[in-house]
C-alpha cells in the first residue's frame, strides 16, 4: 500500500512537471494527477484551470499565471505547490515538482 502511494505521488509528480515544462497549459495533466491521488478534480478553482486547457504558457497574462499554482493546490488538496517550482513561470528552473506533502485519498483510488 505505502509502495503504491509514492508511486501515485511520483507519478502524479511527473503529469505536472511535464505539463509544466511544455508549451501550453493541460487540464487532462490535471485529470490525471487528480485521477492518481484519489481527487474529484471539481470546483470553482478546477473550473478556472479548466478554462486554460490548451492556452500557451506565453498567452497567459501574468497574474493569472500566479494564480495557477494556488488553484492546482486547491484541486489537490494541498499547499505544496510553490510558484518557483514551475518552470513556466521561471525560465532556466529545472528543479523537479514535488507533491509529497500532498493528502492521497485512498478510499477514492479506483
Not at 65 to 74: F, G, S
Not at 77 to 97: C, M, Y
Amino acid at each position: 500500500m505505502i509502495r503504491d502511494l509514492e508511486e501515485r505521488k511520483m507519478m502524479a509528480a511527473f503529469a505536472l512537471e511535464k505539463m509544466f515544462k511544455g508549451d501550453s497549459f493541460s487540464i487532462c495533466k490535471i485529470d490525471d494527477a487528480c485521477k492518481l491521488m484519489g481527487r474529484s478534480g471539481s470546483g470553482p478553482s478546477y473550473d478556472k484551470l479548466h478554462a486554460l486547457h490548451c492556452v500557451k504558457f506565453g498567452e497567459i497574462p501574468a497574474n493569472i499565471m500566479q494564480l495557477i499554482p494556488t488553484w492546482i493546490n486547491e484541486v489537490l488538496g494541498g499547499p505544496r505547490l510553490s510558484v518557483v517550482q514551475i518552470p513556466a513561470l521561471h525560465e532556466g528552473n529545472k528543479s523537479l515538482l514535488s507533491i509529497e506533502d500532498y493528502d492521497i485519498q485512498p478510499k477514492q483510488i479506483k
